[in-house]
């Protein structure tokens, strides 16, 4: 059985007036990559979700760290793109486990999908879609709450970086294309 459903996401998009490398280098400063040594050792020994909780408290110090990281400047300037770019893969498993729970489909969503670009100027500009557009799409109240809980993550995190993204980041009033 096959079925589909469509939903509505914004997508936020914040000039961030910040210096291109400027900007990635505070990203990834803030969320920092992601470590499976100490996650691989928990499993290998035995340990329990507690030990993951701790473990991943100490590699994401700002709730968030990243699981990948795609340049994406390389691979286009050979077609002939000046455009600087980088994709981001950033999220917390523990806090996905809070939605997997509920249901799998989540991890639709996460991690979250990021982008970094360069605009006209060298400067950075972040986009990506908001997240608790993405979880609430499932209709689950208790995933859509931590989709809201994420929305705050990544304003905290644009915050740490030297941007304030919360009125980007709000439900209300007008959205643009």
Known sequence: MASQRSHTVTRIEVSTGIAYDDFVAALEKAAPAFDPGPVELIGETGGTWDDIRSAIAVNAPNDLIRY??????ALFAIAGHATRSIEYLIGNHVTAETMFRHDPRALLYAPLRMLIYSDGDGNAVFTMHRPSD?????????VTKVGEELDREVVNLLRICGVDASQAFATTGPQQQ
């Open 68 to 73: 990948a990281r795609i340049n994406a400047t």
């Open 134 to 142: 993405e979880f609430g799409s499932l209709g689950i109240p208790e």
